[in-house]
C-alpha cells in the first residue's frame, strides 16, 4: 500500500477548494473567466495557501496539461543572477502550446539578491507577453519596489481555528479519523494557523488509532501548556525547588528545547492572574533570556535564573 503525504493528498486542486482567502480566489476567479491575469505577488506566512493558489490557477487556466505551461521554481535554492539569466529566463522567451501564455512560480522570491531581483524585473518587462511572474515570498519588503509596482499585490491571511478545524475535519473525513475536539485545538495551537504544519502533526499522530491532544503534542515534541503553566505557578507562588523539578522534566524527560520552553513561557505569561505592568516586566525578561541562550548561554542556567525573576514578581 502506498504511504501519501497528507500535505499533497489533501492539497486543494480548484480555487473553490480553497480554505479561506475568499478576498483572493474572488479576484482569480474572475482573471480566469476573462482568460487573463498580471504578473502577481503573493505574501504571506508559511501554510496559508501561496503555492496552492498558484498550482490551481494553473490548472484551471490550462487543463489537464498544465504543466507543460507551467514552471515552479524556488529562489532559496539558487538565489544569484545565474538562476534570472539561465533557467528563468529560457522558460520566459519560448513561447507557451495551446495557451497565450505561461507561468512561472517563484517561491521564496525574498530569497534573491537584489542584483537578480534587478535582472528578473527587466525579464518580466521583456516576457509579458508569452509569460506571466507568480512571485511568492514571506515578506513583501524584501523585494525590491520596481518589482512591486509591476506586480498585483495579494497579502494572504493567517488562517484562524475555524480555518484549521475545517481544514482538519476535512481530512479526518478522507481517511476516517477519530479525532478529539481537544486534538483540533493542540493543532491550531502548535501549527498558528499553518496548515501544512496541520496536516503532517494530523498524519504523525494518527498511526496509534484516535487522535488524543497526548498524541499531538507527543508528535510536535512540543511542551503542554498545562505543564508551562504549571512550572510557572510553582515560581510566582514562591515554591522554586518545584518549580524547577517541573523544569528539569521538561527538559531532560520530556527532551524538550530551551527554546521551546521558553516560547511556551511566552505564550502563556499572557494568561497569568498577575497586573499588567508585571506581565509587561516579564515580557521584558523573557526576550532577555531568550537572547542570552540564543548567544550560547546554557539553557538549563537561564531559565532557572528566568524563573528567578518570576519569583520576584509573584511575591
Request: net charge positive; charged share 30%.
Amino acid at each position: 500500500m502506498k504511504l501519501e503525504i497528507w500535505t499533497e493528498k489533501y492539497r486543494p486542486k480548484m480555487l473553490k477548494e480553497v480554505v479561506n482567502q475568499s478576498h483572493i480566489v474572488s479576484r482569480l476567479e474572475a482573471w480566469v473567466k476573462k482568460g487573463s491575469i498580471p504578473h502577481m505577488l503573493f505574501a504571506g506566512p508559511a501554510g496559508v495557501g501561496k503555492t496552492t493558489i498558484a498550482l490551481c490557477l494553473a490548472y484551471e487556466f490550462f487543463g489537464k496539461d498544465w504543466r507543460n505551461n507551467f514552471q515552479e521554481m524556488n529562489a532559496s535554492d539558487e538565489r544569484g543572477i545565474n538562476i534570472v539569466r539561465g533557467r528563468i529566463k529560457d522558460f520566459a522567451r519560448v513561447k507557451s502550446m495551446g495557451a497565450d501564455f505561461k507561468i512561472i512560480f517563484l517561491d521564496e522570491s525574498d530569497a534573491l539578491t537584489p542584483e537578480a531581483q534587478q535582472a528578473l524585473r527587466r525579464t518580466m518587462e521583456r516576457f509579458s507577453n508569452t509569460c506571466r511572474f507568480i512571485l511568492s515570498c514571506n515578506y513583501s519588503s524584501k523585494i525590491i519596489e520596481p518589482i512591486q509596482s509591476r506586480t498585483s499585490v495579494f497579502r494572504f491571511k493567517r488562517m484562524n481555528e475555524d480555518n484549521v478545524e475545517e481544514y482538519v475535519k476535512r481530512i479526518a473525513k478522507g481517511e476516517k479519523l477519530n479525532v478529539s475536539k481537544d486534538a483540533t485545538k493542540a493543532i491550531y495551537e502548535i501549527s498558528e494557523g499553518d496548515l501544512r504544519q496541520a496536516a503532517n502533526l494530523l498524519q504523525a499522530s494518527s498511526a496509534l488509532g484516535k487522535v488524543t491532544k497526548e498524541k499531538i503534542y507527543e508528535a510536535a515534541a512540543q511542551s503542554r501548556p498545562e505543564d508551562i503553566r504549571e512550572m510557572m505557578d510553582f515560581a510566582l507562588k514562591g515554591k522554586f525547588p518545584d518549580a524547577r523539578k517541573k523544569l528539569f522534566d521538561l527538559l531532560i524527560t520530556q527532551g524538550l528545547s530551551g527554546e521551546d520552553i521558553i516560547k511556551g513561557i511566552h505564550k502563556e505569561v499572557f494568561s497569568l492572574k498577575i497586573p499588567d505592568n508585571k506581565k509587561i516586566n516579564l515580557i521584558e525578561q523573557i526576550g532577555e533570556f531568550e537572547f542570552r541562550m540564543n548567544q550560547g548561554g546554557s539553557p538549563e542556567i537561564q531559565l532557572e535564573a528566568l524563573l528567578a525573576q518570576f519569583m520576584k514578581h509573584g511575591k
